[in-house]
């Protein structure tokens, strides 16, 4: 479903930034050759791939396929026993940092190099993978406390409302909520609550959870909201009311497409 979302959104994106906010360049044709020049000088100069760059893609490569056909790895049967049925998405993860640092880097001056040391994994930034795990965290906490069941229980009255206006409402809330808090934190709270709503209103929960899913995604008012946000903002070539002004509208159009997306294909995916 975030294909179609995608394919959607960045031409709405793009015509809304270009139509109404005046997204133009005053850049002349000469400056824009050098710029290309520029940019092509810096591509030849980083030569051809190294050994070790086509290794970590291999490597990539590997932990990916285990991740896209993890549940025929899991179910498949040797002599009656199934010897890759704790093959989780984490074990596939942990296999690939292993490798990685047991593979050589492929560097004839350095025989001991290998693609992955620990001066680098010092380096990753704990605090995005603490999030993401927190967030992780935080449900399966809601979940198996029974908070979340209490909650949509609690709701279960919104569950009268037209699906397609209840599927706005979720959008909305989200999409707004999400640009003062983590995308991760709010899904993760959200989504167990909203599964339980489903299942006591006997409302197909994709059709709340598609919603969640993707306008968690779509943050585009702040620069707090997203990384990609602030480094724009740092930019120092728009105002925060600039932000906020091309962001609200942008966030309206993403709402549109989201609630029009989970009502027509989240059942059909799902």
Known sequence: ???????????????????????????????????????????????????????????FAFIASLWIFGIPLRELEIGGVQPLSGLSDSVAAIIGVVLCFLIPAGDRSDRAARLLDWKTAESIPWGVVLLFGGGMALAGAMRYSGMSAWLGGELAIIGTLPVILLIALVTLLIIFLTEITSNVATAAATMPVLIAVGEASDIDVALLAAPVALAASCAFMLPMATGPNAVIYASGKISLEQMARAGFRLNLLASVAIIALSYLLAPLVF
């Open 1 to 59: 479903l975030g294909v179609p979302a995608v394919l959607v959104l960045v031409p709405l994106a793009w015509w809304l930034l270009s139509r109404f906010e005046g997204a133009k360049s005053d850049v002349s044709q000469d400056t824009a050759d050098k710029v290309a020049g520029m940019i092509d000088r810096k591509v030849a100069a980083l030569g051809p791939m190294s050994v070790a760059e086509k290794r970590v893609i291999g490597m």
